[in-house]
């Protein structure tokens, strides 16, 4: 079930979507989803925003339902008929409880199975059980239940009970479908509550049974932003306790952000307040110094990334050494042992191995060879406005500070271009470049301007 707006969220876009350990709420609970069932047999219910919510998850290869009114819980069971009258067993999710795992959900299947029941529950026992609807059963031994009861409908009593209704059901789906129109929509939010189908079987005399989760923080739903934060905290936390467990260090890890997929080498030691996003892999014995933030990189055995650096899709070579404050943009290849310093940006760009380029330098669309050294202050000059040109450097060149390199252009195996040089034109093979304004030294000049200068003062 997908297809709420998530009021209680205050914002334009679908609950959802909102995006907890790195992904959207949703494609958690699909990822358990179809670890227990193939894409073909999943069923995301939508409504609000629904071609936002299908255009982000539907690279998963699940089915959608449309449920263009979102009236209820019950509704939109009621709104997948169609697509689920073929099955004889459905499993109802929640979109928006990601911690669920796949074994929760098997084992709650397989007890529905064992049970033979029309309805069974996956609940959970709560310290705080506000806000969730309520279990009653049939009696503190009984596995069966009565009533499942809405907070906004509790008695003073009922308030009181902590074991709640996760909002993960199993079905059997012709029991359900028989009586799902006897579900109404008399309660607080005038809406079809999918938890009375509790009632509708009982007064049917069809079983309705509960399967108390062993891990009540596996059903933690998100409907405000701070429990969405604290699902967030919790999955990080998971994230970097896998990565320890594979054999890498995280200092201070509740400061470290890290994304689902990231994967880390044995032996990389990751400093405070790093991110780590996307689908980035950072190799082993690797250190990952504070405040980087890498999306989408790969860095090599043995590379470092020295504090406040970005790397965003970037290949990093083994050994290399990036930072600090360096800024790897989009295609950025950093070859093997080379170097990238402070306040260095590039972009589309292959440094050779063991290349350096230590300072202040602007690297864009550029294929730089091996053993080159680029000095601080260089520029490559890679657009006129209009197109992008490539600059091409060999290997062994010396660029010398401060130049700019006007693209088009070429600078030959192991050439020189002197400091300050703006070169338009392409350097061959072993020549020496300048680019650049003769020097005129003019003796004595400073002195007689100064003693000018006090011989008229007052
Ligand atoms: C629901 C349960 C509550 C349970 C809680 C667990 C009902 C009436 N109540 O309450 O007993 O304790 O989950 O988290 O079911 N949705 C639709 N279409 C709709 C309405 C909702 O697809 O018309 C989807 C939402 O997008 C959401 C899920 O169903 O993913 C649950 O809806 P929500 O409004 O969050 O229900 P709760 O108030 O949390
Ligand atoms: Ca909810």
Redesign the pocket.
């Known amino acids: 079930?997908?297809?709420?707006?998530?009021t209680r969220l205050k914002s334009k876009y679908?609950?959802?979507l909102h995006e907890v350990g790195g992904k959207p709420?949703?494609a958690h609970v699909i990822a358990a989803a179809t670890a227990i069932v193939p894409p073909k047999d999943v069923y995301a219910?939508?409504?609000?925003e629904a071609d936002l919510v299908r255009k982000a998850v539907e690279q998963t290869g699940i089915n959608f339902v449309l449920?263009a009114?979102?009236?209820?819980?019950?509704?939109?069971l009621m709104v997948a008929h169609d697509a689920l009258a073929s099955y004889d067993q459905v499993l109802v999710l929640?979109?928006?409880?990601p911690l669920i795992t796949p074994e929760t959900i098997q084992r709650l299947s397989d007890f529905h199975f064992s049970q033979k029941a029309a309805m069974t529950l996956l609940s959970a026992e709560l310290s705080d059980p506000a806000?969730?609807?309520?279990v009653l059963r049939k009696g503190p031994k009984s596995n069966e239940v009565k009533a499942?009861v809405?907070?906004k409908s509790t008695n003073p009593a009922q308030k009181k009970i902590r074991e709640?209704?996760?909002?993960?059901y199993a079905f059997a789906v012709k029991p359900l479908y028989a009586r799902i129109g006897d579900l109404t929509t008399e309660n607080a939010?005038h809406?079809?509550?999918?938890?009375?189908m509790a009632n509708v079987f009982n007064r049917a005399k069809a079983k309705v049974i509960a399967l108390k989760t062993a891990n009540p923080a596996e059903?933690?739903?998100s409907?405000t932003r701070a429990e969405m934060m604290e699902i967030d905290a919790l999955m990080r936390m998971a994230k970097c306790r896998q990565i320890m467990a594979a054999g890498a260090s995280i200092f201070f890890p509740q400061t470290c952000v890290i994304d689902a997929e990231v994967e880390v080498g044995t032996d990389t030691i990751i400093e405070p307040f790093v991110q780590l996003l996307g689908r980035t892999r950072i190799g082993s014995g690797c250190r990952i110094r504070s405040y980087s933030v890498i999306l989408n990189s790969e860095i090599g055995d043995g590379a470092t990334v020295r504090p406040g650096s970005i790397l965003d899709d970037a290949r990093v070579g083994a050994g290399a050494i990036i930072g600090p404050y360096s800024h790897l943009r989009p295609g950025s290849e950093i070859g093997e042992g080379a170097h990238v310093g402070n306040f260095v940006e590039t972009k589309n760009i292959k440094l050779g191995k063991g290349s350096k380029a230590n300072h202040l330098t602007y690297l864009g669309d550029a294929e730089i060879g091996a053993g080159v050294n680029v000095g601080a202050g260089t520029i490559t000059c890679n657009y006129d406005g209009v197109h992008k040109h490539k600059t091409e450097i060999g290997d062994n060149v010396f660029v010398g500070s401060d130049s700019t390199l006007v693209a088009p252009i070429k600078i030959g195996n192991g050439a020189y271009v002197a400091a300050a040089s703006c070169i338009t034109e392409d350097v061959p093979e072993g020549a020496l470049a300048l680019g650049r304004a003769r020097q005129t030294t003019k003796e004595g000049w400073a002195k007689a301007k100064r003693e000018a200068l006090a011989s008229t003062k007052k």
């Open positions: 079930m997908a297809a709420g707006k998530g679908p609950k959802v709420l949703l219910i939508i409504g609000h449920q009114e979102q009236r209820g819980t019950g509704h939109a929640s979109g928006d409880a806000g969730y609807g309520r499942i809405e907070e709640i209704n996760s909002g993960f939010h809406e079809y509550y999918l938890t009375d059903i933690l739903g409907n």
